[in-house]
């Protein structure tokens, strides 16, 4: 308990003194941020938070921070302060060399530092500011996002600003997008409960539990249970008439003549049971008795984290809030998700429904070509998506795959073409034995001697040059049992 407070009250003096910094100045602060939802949620309670206490700032989305955007943005807005959010720990050596105007730096981030940071942290041209909870003792991979860190910072100045209190669900939507909810019963754990804690004191987010089906109040039934896909229902997911007939044949449509007006939320307790009772059947299909039915009953319930006092439907569930946020990252829109939480919601929520059916039509897809073309190099499973898989949609279709198979160590997800390179995106798989699968990933690209990479303990992800794909499947067999 002593270190666990000690290592908290670390993590807030950081937290106090990157806000006194931010009050030291007067220049225009530029924003870079990550265009995933813990990404979006994060540089939006920063953005609300810089408004409120009269700093300067412009706001811009990454998906990928390399050397090419750095030197075309160093060159062309020239910028005397900027802030990375939910990026930059890994590419410290890249903002050290490549923004030349740079006056002081910050970075909120959660993913695991460069492994020379000290070293390029004093030598960089600029003062650093960087907030990581690893620095402090805390899992950034799971007690934490990035969203959440941009609520503490804001806390600092609760005793001001009477508002912050609000971000706390983008914390938690930022945390869930992340995939954080590891703790018992997909809860939040480690600094990510506090804020939660907090949200329910203040009557912000209701905390249950109940089946974890996205759409509760904003769809049919039918359709929410054709868009689940962790885990995948046999004959159910991908399929509205699958669907459609599972509902009539559990007896849950009985007499219904619209079946589009039944949702999640119109069931009672014990109509709730059949349905899991049922759902559970169905799953233990997909994995062949490989795991037990509490293991998969806990796949399909757990905590549910409803945002009070929302009126839009797709918005009052947390998780299905940070899968929308998603859809406007990925398609490209993440200004679209901002305004969901700053500005203007009445404006742009049918913008981002439109987002979010598109979304789920491309992971849908991607899915069903990725069970297809899933490749077995025992302990390594690789799905090759270099002519189909859409880089931005390369790690939502890693993670869905990852939770759905069994008997190996690493899936391998490879991308479309991007200027001769791929992005990989790597994932655990249940009962793995790897330990630090970013660390495997750096250890590989620098045998490869090419390619950029980084991210946390159970996912992470790179760029390699397109004809070196079999070189790294190759490499990363190699290293492999070095790691376990």
Known sequence: MYESIRDFLSLARSLKTAAKHLMTSDDVIYILSHIDADGITCASILAQLLYLIGKPFVLKFVNRLNMEFLKKFDSEIEPREVMFCDLGSGQLDLISNYLSKARRVFILDHHVPIHNYSKIHDEAPFKVIHVNPRFYGYNGGSEISSSSLSYLLSRVFAGKIKDVINFTKYAVIGALGDNQDVGEKRSLIGLNSLIVNEAKQNEIIEEKIDLLILGRKSKPLYQA???????????????????????????????????????????????????????????????????????????????????????????????????????????????????????????????????????????????????????????????????????????????????????????????????????????????????????????????????????????????????????????LKKIMPMVV
């Open 225 to 475: 249970l054709a868009e689940t896909y962790n885990p995948i229902l046999p004959g159910i997911t991908g399929s509205l008439e699958g669907a459609l007939k599972f509902i009539n044949n559990i007896g849950l449509g009985a007499g219904r003549l619209d079946m589009d007006s039944i949702t999640l939320d119109d069931l009672n307790e014990k109509q709730k049971a059949i349905l899991l009772e049922k759902l559970i059947e169905r799953v233990s299909l997909s994995f062949g008795g490989k795991i037990s039915v509490e293991e998969i009953k806990n796949m399909l319930i757990g905590y549910v984290y409803l945002l009070k006092n929302e009126d839009k439907p797709m918005l009052a569930d947390a998780r299905e809030f940070s899968t929308l946020l998603n859809a406007c990252g990925k398609l490209g829109q993440p200004q679209v998700g901002v305004a969901l939480i700053i500005s203007e919601k009445d404006k742009f929520y049918d913008q981002s429904i439109s987002l979010y059916k598109r979304y789920k039509y491309s992971i849908s897809e991607g899915i069903k070509k990725s069970r297809e073309s899933l490749k077995d190099h025992g302990r390594i499973k690789v799905i090759d998506g270099e002519s189909w898989l859409d880089e931005n949609l390369t790690s939502t279709v890693a993670s869905i795959m990852s939770q759905n198979l069994l008997n190996g160590d690493i899936l391998v997800v490879f991308s479309q073409k991007i200027n001769n390179h791929v992005k990989i995106s790597l994932r655990k798989l249940r009962g793995s034995g790897i330990n630090n699968l970013r660390e495997l990933l750096i250890r590989v690209l620098d045998e490869l001697k090419c390619g950029e990479g980084g991210g946390h303990e159970d996912a992470a992800g790179a760029y390699i040059p397109v004809e070196k794909k079999d070189e790294f499947i190759k490499l």
